[in-house]
């Protein structure tokens, strides 16, 4: 079993930044390739960014791409997501995720941005 906690959202102005956390528990959590989504109103859940289990690769949406950057703590059990110059299309709940046997997911943290 894996546990997920997001923290971090809150309310910006469009220009903003905001960086998001996911704490993980229940097993070992270096070497597992760890990943941010969102889902805004009315709309499916859309993958954001991703991050090898070794720190070295990531991977972004190109709706992010140059504005947000993913990272990781494997001494703190922890995923980041630094979000910069936000967009009220930003606006959603984010999600961290990671799949390990099965998929898991946090409860998951809202991000607003007003324009």
């Known amino acids: 079993q894996v546990q997920l906690l997001e923290s971090g959202g809150g309310l910006v102005q469009a220009g903003g930044s905001l960086r998001l956390s996911c704490a993980a528990s229940g097993r070992t959590f270096s070497g597992i390739h760890m990943g941010w989504y969102r889902q805004a109103p009315g709309k499916e859940r859309e993958f954001v960014a991703s991050i090898s289990g070794s720190g070295y690769s990531t991977y972004y949406s190109d709706a992010v791409k140059g504005r947000f950057s993913i990272s990781r703590d494997d001494a703190k059990n922890t995923v980041y997501l630094q979000m910069n110059s936000l967009r009220p299309e930003d606006t959603a709940i984010y999600y961290c995720?990671?799949?390990?046997?099965?998929?898991?997911w946090g409860q998951g943290t809202q991000v607003t941005v007003s324009s």
């Open positions: 995720s990671t799949t390990y046997g099965a998929t898991y």
